[in-house]
């Protein structure tokens, strides 16, 4: 993996906004797994910015989820997937043929996720696959204990998520399963990339990079990426020894 630190947010959002863009370049057809969160915000705000101004063109790209609340849609105000055509798909004007998102109300979820691994193993592989990372070292919802070997799949929330979750809700909401993309795509991605920022990250990014790689910390599989990028600003760093 390589770990870029960058000075404050807006520049880490820079600089993983022009991977993206360099990629489009290099291959016009891309297959991008998009994340949601506060973020990977400024990067969707550029590269919206970027394509308005035609600096890049993603007319022929495609793109996934990485993950959703079970039980929610793109009509849910505080759903992975509102996040993803609020930020992104809708202001980029992506076509809808071009991207795919769990189907989270189905009533056959593993269905949802036979159809989600379809639709990248006959357009993929991941060109570039963006993640976040969870105060428990989750990535997506593949909570501690998810399967290195995983493809999509849904599992119950662990109590932090479902607590932290909470912030992107008007309301109380009532949030017991996921339905994410595995590790395996992580591992199968051209370029599998973390995007961490802010001093509440420091420890679990310290902990994800340089400690025990285990799959009650999801997130230290990308010390056997290769071709990761970990893309962070001074803050979340600051736990980093060397």
Not at 28 to 45: E, Q, R, W
Not at 51 to 68: H, I, M, N, P, R
Not at 136 to 163: C, K, M, Q, R, V
Not at 167 to 181: A, M, P, R, S, V
């Amino acid at each position: 993996m390589k770990i870029l630190t960058h000075k404050n947010y807006d520049e880490m959002c820079r600089a993983a906004a022009d991977i993206i863009i360099n990629q489009v370049k290099l291959k016009a057809d891309s297959l991008f797994c998009l994340t949601s969160g506060d973020t990977p915000a400024g990067i969707y705000k550029l590269l919206v910015q970027d394509a308005q101004q035609g600096k890049v063109d993603f007319s022929s790209c495609y793109f996934v989820g990485l993950d959703e609340w079970v039980g929610m849609d793109k009509n849910d105000e505080g759903s992975c997937t509102n996040f993803l055509y609020e930020t992104f798909f809708t202001p980029a004007q992506i076509d809808p043929s071009r991207m795919m998102v769990f189907d989270a109300k189905a009533a056959d979820l593993d269905a949802s996720c036979t159809a989600m691994d379809e639709f990248i193993k006959e357009r993929g592989p991941l060109a570039i696959m963006l993640v976040g990372v969870g105060m428990n070292g989750h990535i997506g919802l593949n909570e501690p204990g998810a399967d290195f070997n995983s493809y999509a799949h849904h599992s119950p929330l662990a109590a932090i998520t479902i607590e932290v979750g909470q912030k992107y809700f008007k309301q109380q909401t009532k949030l017991t399963e996921g339905i994410t993309l595995g590790l395996k795509h992580l591992q199968e991605a051209g370029i599998p990339m973390l995007l961490a920022s802010g001093i509440k990250k420091a420890g679990i990014v310290a902990k994800a990079l340089q400690g025990e790689i285990t799959s009650q910390v999801p997130a230290s599989i990308f010390q056997t990426l290769p071709s990761a990028y970990v893309m962070l600003d001074e803050d979340a760093a600051s736990g980093l020894v060397g």
